[in-house]
């Protein structure tokens, strides 16, 4: 586990930790690592689990899917993220959500039951585990917030407004890279990939954005630019 303190120390989750506590908590908490290829499941719907992961190599995507196979992405996670705490912390919690390898990755996953427990070799740092805890899950409910008021807007050209310029904000920048390709954006605001090309197209004609690949600069006035610096 050694050669992943880098990754560790960078993870929101062992914040304020040291090498050895962190070890010593990977120990505590059955620290399992897994390689999973591109597009394989790591968690499913209809199943549960007492394990939450810590991506570790590569990416995951957390997604809904019905029974046609359509998906809806929820979130991307990269390296140092989290995914499946809420439900490792519910014993027989149902999942509803399943996760899967963006690319070939590696994980460790993590009994967070044993965090809930007193522990007599990592009971020193159960508070700033239970803090780091509780500031991931406040994170990801205000990710989820930021989808819900994206996905909630009207039409296609509104949905990706709303997402381009929350990213615009979040990385303080008017150029800036997202995280999915085109295909995941459409799924992440539930929209049809050729509708959401089509507004692309006529957004960049307008002179609103500019884009190659997943790299997007938007155009706006000079007090649009102060306020997004701001």
Same mark, same amino acid.
């Given at each position: 586990?050694?050669?992943?303190?880098?990754?560790?120390?960078?993870?929101?989750?062992?914040?304020?930790?040291?090498?050895?506590?962190?070890?010593?908590?990977?120990?505590?908490?059955?620290?399992?690592?897994?390689?999973?290829?591109?597009?394989?499941?790591?968690?499913?719907?209809?199943?549960?689990?007492?394990?939450?992961?810590?991506?570790?190599?590569?990416?995951?995507?957390?997604?809904?899917?019905?029974?046609?196979?359509?998906?809806?992405?929820?979130?991307?996670?990269?390296?140092?993220?989290?995914?499946?705490?809420?439900?490792?912390?519910?014993?027989?919690?149902?999942?509803?959500?399943?996760?899967?390898?963006?690319?070939?990755?590696?994980?460790?996953?993590?009994?967070?039951?044993?965090?809930?427990?007193?522990?007599?070799?990592?009971? #020193?740092?159960?508070? /700033?585990?239970? %803090? &780091?805890?509780?500031?991931?899950?406040?994170?990801?409910?205000?990710? @989820?917030?930021? $989808?819900?008021?994206?996905?909630?807007?009207?039409?296609?050209?509104?949905?990706?407004?709303?997402?381009?310029?929350?990213?615009?904000?979040?990385?303080?920048?008017?150029?800036?890279?997202?995280?999915?390709?085109?295909?995941?954006?459409?799924?992440?605001?539930?929209?049809?990939?050729?509708?959401?090309?089509?507004?692309?197209?006529?957004?960049?004609? #307008?002179?609103?954005? /500019?884009?190659? %690949? &997943?790299?997007?600069?938007?155009?706006?006035?000079?007090?649009?630019? @102060?306020?997004? $610096?701001?």
């Amino acid at each position: 586990m050694k050669k992943y303190l880098p990754i560790l120390r960078n993870s929101p989750f062992f914040k304020g930790l040291s090498d050895n506590e962190i070890l010593s908590i990977l120990h505590c908490v059955n620290g399992t690592i897994i390689s999973k290829e591109r597009d394989s499941y790591i968690f499913r719907a209809g199943d549960s689990t007492d394990v939450m992961g810590l991506v570790i190599s590569g990416c995951v995507l957390i997604i809904q899917e019905d029974l046609w196979g359509h998906r809806n992405i929820l979130s991307k996670c990269h390296t140092s993220d989290f995914f499946g705490e809420p439900y490792a912390a519910s014993p027989g919690a149902v999942l509803n959500i399943s996760v899967v390898a963006d690319g070939d990755c590696e994980i460790i996953f993590l009994n967070i039951q044993r965090l809930l427990v007193t522990c007599p070799t990592a009971c #020193e740092h159960h508070q /700033k585990l239970i %803090r &780091n805890l509780v500031s991931v899950l406040a994170n990801k409910i205000l990710t @989820l917030n930021d $989808k819900i008021t994206h996905v909630g807007k009207r039409t296609t050209r509104d949905k990706l407004l709303s997402y381009l310029s929350a990213e615009s904000a979040r990385q303080s920048s008017l150029s800036f890279d997202i995280p999915f390709d085109r295909q995941q954006l459409a799924d992440y605001l539930c929209i049809d990939r050729a509708a959401m090309s089509t507004e692309i197209s006529k957004l960049q004609k #307008e002179g609103f954005i /500019k884009t190659n %690949r &997943n790299h997007f600069e938007l155009t706006v006035s000079d007090d649009e630019d @102060l306020r997004i $610096k701001m």
